[in-house]
């Protein structure tokens, strides 16, 4: 059974930064294999990738956190960090890390990541 544990929400003002983490274990859960990601869910919003880092540590990210958000992997630690600088009014969600591999897609219960105006 593969968890996911995002933790590091929190109330920031905009300009403000924050960063996630997000904890991954299980029996045979092999980290290193998988990509990572963060994706975002806001209210009456559609679910969206933030941020996504692969075996190579090769990362993509969508083009309303370009610049602004940074994803990092620690494969002995089986961890995935989002550092978001420089938060937006647009960028409060629901933030939940997911492990990806062909078919095989395991998600966090999210952190909840609220900016103050």
């Known amino acids: 059974q593969v968890q996911l544990v995002e933790s590091g929400g929190g109330l920031v003002q905009p300009g403000g930064s924050l960063k996630l983490s997000c904890a991954a274990s299980g029996l045979a859960f092999a980290f290193r294999i998988y990509t990572m990601g963060w994706y975002r869910q806001a209210p009456g919003k559609q679910r969206e990738l933030v941020a996504a880092?692969?075996?190579?540590?090769?990362?993509n990210y969508a083009d309303s956190v370009k610049g602004r958000f940074t994803i990092s992997r620690d494969n002995g630690k089986k961890m995935v960090y989002l550092q978001m600088n420089s938060l937006k009014p647009e960028d409060p969600a629901v933030y939940s890390c997911?492990?990806?591999?062909?078919?095989?897609?395991?998600w966090g219960p999210g952190t909840q990541v609220p900016v103050s105006s």
């Open positions: 997911t492990a990806h591999r062909a078919t095989q897609i395991y």
């Open positions: 880092i692969n075996v190579g540590a090769s990362a």
